[in-house]
């Protein structure tokens, strides 16, 4: 079946432009992550939604970061603001379990580019 | 708090041989798992193998095996006769039970030359 798509591939904006990256999960599964990946450097949890739970957003950087789920299904992860630390890979992951018991299952990412 | 720390930030090996990459983790949880990921230069996280902490049993899969030991907190990977297609940035993870994130190690650069 299909796995975990995400949109765009690549994302190239000026400093202090809105962005937003979209992440399809993989059908039925009730959770979704988002990470991110510095260059060179291991993944970053920034936001967890399970289901129709209250999203953990204990990860995201700052207040200029914000994601929703609807639907229980797509999520859209919005970077207002874009600064150049902002330049990263964000991943989105996708399980059937949730709160650690799920195996994650991880999309291509989106390559952001801040300049 | 949960931490995973793979001191090996990177390695290089000769095709055919074998390399063991080391995980070791910590957590105050009873339960947990522990994953490992491959991360090959296309950028994608492929999932490899998850344990749950209360099965410390080895596991075997074709060329691709991992030991986990409680006693010590490790984890780690061993391939076996090592192929160019094994070159990627390995990731191994750890997630508790009462946690939503999963919190991954550095990550160790293998690079399996010709």
């Known amino acids: 079946g299909a796995g975990v798509s995400q949109s765009p591939s690549n994302k190239v904006t000026e400093k202090g432009k809105d962005v937003e990256l979209r992440c399809d999960p993989i059908?039925?599964?009730?959770?979704l992550y988002w990470y991110r990946q510095s260059l060179g450097q291991g993944l970053e949890f920034l936001i967890y939604f399970q289901g129709n739970s209250a999203p953990d957003k204990s990860g995201l950087p700052s207040d200029r970061f914000s994601a929703e789920r609807t639907g229980g299904s797509v999520s859209t992860l919005t970077i207002q603001r874009t600064q150049q630390e902002d330049s990263a890979v964000y991943l989105c992951?996708?399980?059937?379990?949730?709160?650690?018991?799920?195996?994650?299952?991880f999309g291509p990412g989106t390559r952001l580019l801040v300049l | 708090a949960q931490k995973v720390t793979q001191a090996q930030t990177e390695i290089s090996v000769v095709e055919k041989e074998d390399v063991t990459l080391d995980c070791v983790y910590e957590?105050?949880?009873?339960?947990?798992?522990l994953f490992w990921y491959k991360q090959p230069p296309s950028g994608e996280l492929v999932f490899l193998i998850r344990?749950?902490?209360?099965?410390?049993q080895n596991e075997i899969s074709g060329r691709y095996s991992w030991n986990f030991q409680k006693s010590t907190s490790s984890f780690n990977f061993t391939i076996t006769a090592s192929q160019v297609v094994d070159s990627a940035v390995y990731f191994c993870?750890?997630?508790?039970?009462?946690?939503?994130?999963?919190?991954f190690g550095a990550g160790t650069r293998l690079t399996v030359k010709p």
């Open positions: 993870a750890l997630s508790e039970n009462n946690n939503n994130d999963m919190r």
């Open positions: 344990r749950n902490s209360f099965d410390e």
């Open positions: 992951a996708s399980s059937l379990g949730g709160r650690g018991r799920g195996t994650q299952y």
């Open positions: 059908s039925g599964h009730t959770a």
């Open positions: 957590t105050r949880d009873t339960t947990y798992y």
